[in-house]
């Protein structure tokens, strides 16, 4: 007895960019910004921490300066000047909160849109006994079955156990071509939230609620998930310790003013507050998270499932690739390369046989012969699909092809098939099939009538732009291997064609483990595609394992990357996110440093600015104390809004040497940090002095 089916809510929601303006809009963003105020927030960035506590101060001396006697009792104290400073200090840490909030709402927005995919999802679970019951979504369990119909959208990840479906994954990849799924084989697995077009399949659930791919995408996307890699809290810790030994610096500079001619009063504690904000790496503190959340929120956006965010950052640092020929180098279907017509056979009476007994074959060998013998100029008769007979292809004859009006049969098979059809096969063109056998093509013989007409040759053929994208792993740095369990001519060929650097041919399902450990062994960071059962060991092994989702549940846990649309090569766009958010912390800390190097120039002058000796520090020419620290403190703030779009976006990447990468990214962040600051600050300077400020 089967349940009635209740009311059940469609997961077709609002669109990523109708989600992506609710979350990003400016009211939003501005009330993350302020939540981030609190202090429990605060101290997770210890950088800005203590821009926020020096903000409390300055603030207590202008609010209550009475109970700062020591300060206001200097010859250099001035309230205005330090309500001055609390204002900027405080943008300065409104600022970073903002890069940070305006990240986090890119993704809640895209974790929004996916959420709706799942909204209310109800299966039809399959008992022990046979019956059928309606049951949430979130109430199956790994190895249930459920039965899912045309029209229903699937609850959870599985494997099909029974039957076969069109499936429309586009909720879920944004690929508009429906997909078809059946046991048996390797593209039994479906997803949570796609749909079925066509087709009733029972489905065995392989994941728990809260743990499929669609609840990782959101997990990742939300940054709920998000762990730093090595990189990032390598980085962490050096700006950790340069904020503590400039604050070290900056307190025993104060005390160190007593014992100068100068004297502690004549140097405001304001200012010193400003040095030590002027010289701590605020910028890219202040930037640090954004960046890192843009980085997920790039790789999602490819339709990427990544079950930590250091694969990111380990597909930017790899030395290794590892290839599966068919479907990643290769379109993975032999198609038609070239004619050969039999001796004493005119060529276009060769082609256009070829061109017939193909012209009922709808497989992908027999319409790339259509299109082949079509370019090649071949035309037909007009054919009535009523006064030929097809002749599909069997294990016993190895032959297809066509009967026609007259009587008359166009074949084609294999060369021993149609020697045996024809009762004979010309000596030249069985040394011209055995040729392309050896170098790894697929030679198939054409008759019609009894009579050999030729060869035509079916090879396995390199992708368009695969061979430039290689080129560009190898600029890049990476070694390219690709593995197979083709001969070693057929290996050899694919490889010259592709680019690749090494190739392994007559490869075993644990030859890519052997492969990957020897790599590592090495000590380099390796990455490799799959999709099998026998690629998951390895896939496992990897520093990044690229699992395809038309691939088998075994291949997708293995793995730490999953490409929902199945697209192998993706893993080469995959590999430039990585270096463009490697790039982009280089590059921001980069353009940091140098900034900070370029307001020392600023603030040392004002402090010293009676100093004779000195003098030559003032390269801006700031006559002003007040003013040229005011100054420096606002462009310090205002660069972090400024630098939000390339935190977010990510730094201009193009494949190059790393030497050459290095040179460039100083010369366009480091040299261009320092220049950035010098005009900045004057800019402002004089601004200010204009406005009548001093």
């Known amino acids: 007895m089967t349940a009635a089916r209740p009311t059940q809510t469609q997961a077709v929601g609002a669109t990523v960019s109708v989600r992506r303006d609710a979350h990003t809009s400016v009211g939003v963003v501005l009330s993350r910004s302020l939540a981030k105020f609190d202090p429990r927030k605060q101290v997770r960035n210890p950088v800005i921490f203590v821009v926020y506590a020096f903000t409390f101060f300055t603030a207590a001396v202008w609010a209550f300066p009475w109970l700062f006697p020591d300060i206001v009792g ?9 309500l001055a400073v609390t204002a900027i200090l405080l943008l300065t840490v409104w600022f970073a909160n903002i890069a940070e909030a305006v990240a986090e709402a890119q993704a809640k927005a895209q974790a929004d849109s996916l959420r709706e995919v799942r909204a209310g999802l109800r299966a039809r679970q399959i008992l022990p006994d046979g019956r059928q019951r309606w049951i949430a ?82 997990q990742l996307v939300e940054a709920t998930s998000r762990d730093k890699s090595p990189n990032e809290i390598a980085l962490t810790l050096v ?18 003013l007593d014992f100068t001619s100068l004297g502690l009063g004549t140097v405001n504690l304001a200012t010193l507050v400003a040095l030590f904000v002027c010289l701590v790496p605020t910028t890219i503190g202040g930037l640090l998270s954004a960046v890192g959340i843009s980085g997920v929120t790039r790789v999602a956006k490819s339709n990427v499932v990544c079950k930590s965010g250091k694969a990111i950052e380990a597909a930017g640092d790899l030395d290794v690739l590892i290839l599966d020929k068919t479907g990643t180098i290769t379109v993975g279907a032999r198609l038609a390369v070239q004619f050969v017509a039999a001796p004493g056979v005119d060529p276009i009476d060769c082609q256009r046989t070829a061109l017939l007994a193909s012209l009922l074959d709808e497989t992908p060998e027999g319409r790339s012969i259509t299109r082949l013998a079509t370019l090649r100029g071949v035309r037909l008769e007009k054919l009535k699909t009523t006064d030929v007979k097809a002749i599909p292809f069997s294990t016993a004859r190895r032959m297809s092809g066509l009967v026609l009006p007259d009587g008359s049969e166009a074949m084609k098979g294999s060369v021993g098939a149609i020697t045996d059809y024809a009762g004979t096969f010309p ?9 392309a056998s050896r ?28 061979s430039q994208r290689i080129q560009e792993l190898r600029t890049m740095g990476i070694r390219t291997i690709m593995c197979t369990g083709d001969n070693r001519l057929t290996a050899l060929t694919i490889a010259r064609e592709s680019g690749v650097d090494e190739y392994v041919a007559e490869a075993k399902p644990e030859t890519k483990l052997k492969l990957v450990a020897l790599e590592k062994s090495h000590g380099r960071l390796v990455a490799m595609t799959g999709d099998g059962t026998n690629d998951a060991p390895a896939l496992a092994r990897a520093d990044v394992g690229f699992a395809m989702n038309s691939g088998t549940s075994a291949a997708k846990e293995a793995g730490n990357m999953v490409d929902l649309d199945s697209d192998p ?66 462009f310090n703030a205002l660069m972090i809004p400024l630098l939000i779009p390339l935190a977010l976006i990510g730094a201009s990447f193009r494949p190059m040497p790393a030497v ?19 005009v900045g600050i004057k800019v402002i300077y004089v601004v200010m002095t204009m406005l009548g400020y001093s």
């Open 569 to 634: 090569t993706k893993i080469i766009d995959v590999i430039s996110i990585g270096k463009q958010l490697l790039i982009t912390r280089g590059a921001l800390t980069t353009f940091s440093i140098t900034n900070d190097v370029a307001k020392y120039f600023a603030v040392i002058p004002a402090i010293f600015i009676g100093v004779q000796t000195l003098g030559f520090l003032n390269v801006l020419q700031l006559s002003d104390p007040s003013t040229a620290v005011l100054a420096t403190l606002l």
């Open 137 to 218: 979504a979130t109430q199956l369990h790994r190895g249930d079955l459920v039965e899912v119909r045309p029209g229903e959208t699937v609850p959870l990840d599985g494997d099909v156990a029974k039957g076969g479906a069109m499936i429309d994954e586009s909720m879920m990849t944004g690929e508009s071509a429906a997909v078809v799924r059946e046991s048996g084989g390797d593209r039994t697995s479906v997803l949570g939230g796609s749909r079925i077009l066509d087709g009733t399949i029972e489905l065995r659930i392989t994941s728990e609620p809260g743990t499929s791919f669609l609840d990782r995408m959101i």
């Open 239 to 256: 700006l950790n310790a340069l904020t503590l030994a400039l604050l070290v610096v900056i307190v025993t500079f104060a005390y160190l």
């Open 439 to 466: 170098r790894g093509m697929t030679p198939l013989g054409i008759a019609r009538g009894k009579q050999v007409m030729g060869l035509v040759l079916l090879k396995d053929v390199v992708k368009p732009g695969i």
């Open 660 to 678: 050459d990468l290095l040179r460039r990214n100083l010369l366009l962040y480091g040299l261009g940090g320092l220049v950035s600051a010098f």
């Open 427 to 435: 000596a030249e063109l069985q040394l011209v099939a055995d040729d």
């Open 74 to 82: 200097t010859s250099s104290f001035s309230r205005s000047f330090y």
